[in-house]
């Protein structure tokens, strides 16, 4: 499996970007990416990873973080083998690099952030205030 993020750049508070993730390849377990949850997750230096976006594979319903709610969509083209992420409203705590995420594996939980054990390299999202 390999996702390799794009998108990312310095903005101004406010503004908006959109990311992208590219996947290629098959899980272990066979599958690929249409049969693949998948997640936005962020991590700040010298704190935990947060998911902060995800999309299940099965019924199409999307997850957002409190911190994210109401500004972020995430969507996916299973043609494409690829997710996005619009932000919106960006605010300077929406700094950290930006991580793409994959589970094949039917029990992940973005709130429990269990599973999605795949990450690409990162992109980084710099908001200025």
């Known amino acids: 499996v390999e996702l390799v993020e794009s998108g990312g750049g310095l903005v101004q508070a406010g503004d908006s970007l959109r990311l992208s993730c590219t996947a290629s390849?098959?899980?272990?377990?066979?599958?690929?990416?249409?049969?693949?949850?998948m997640a936005w997750s962020r991590q700040a230096p010298g704190k935990e990873r947060e998911i902060v976006a995800g999309?299940?594979?099965?019924?199409?319903?999307?997850y957002y973080s409190e911190s994210v709610q109401g500004r972020f969509i995430t969507s996916r083209d299973n043609a494409k083998n690829t997710l996005y992420l619009q932000l919106t409203s960006l605010k300077p705590e929406d700094t950290p690099a930006y991580y793409c995420?994959?589970?094949?594996?039917?029990?992940?939980?973005?709130?429990?952030?269990?599973?999605?054990?795949?990450w690409g390299q990162g992109t980084q999202v710099t908001v200025s205030s």
């Open positions: 390849g098959r899980a272990a377990n066979g599958r690929t990416f249409e049969t693949w949850d």
């Open positions: 999309i299940k594979w099965e019924d199409g319903s999307s």
């Open positions: 995420n994959s589970d094949s594996s039917q029990f992940s939980d973005f709130r429990t952030q269990s599973g999605f054990a795949e």
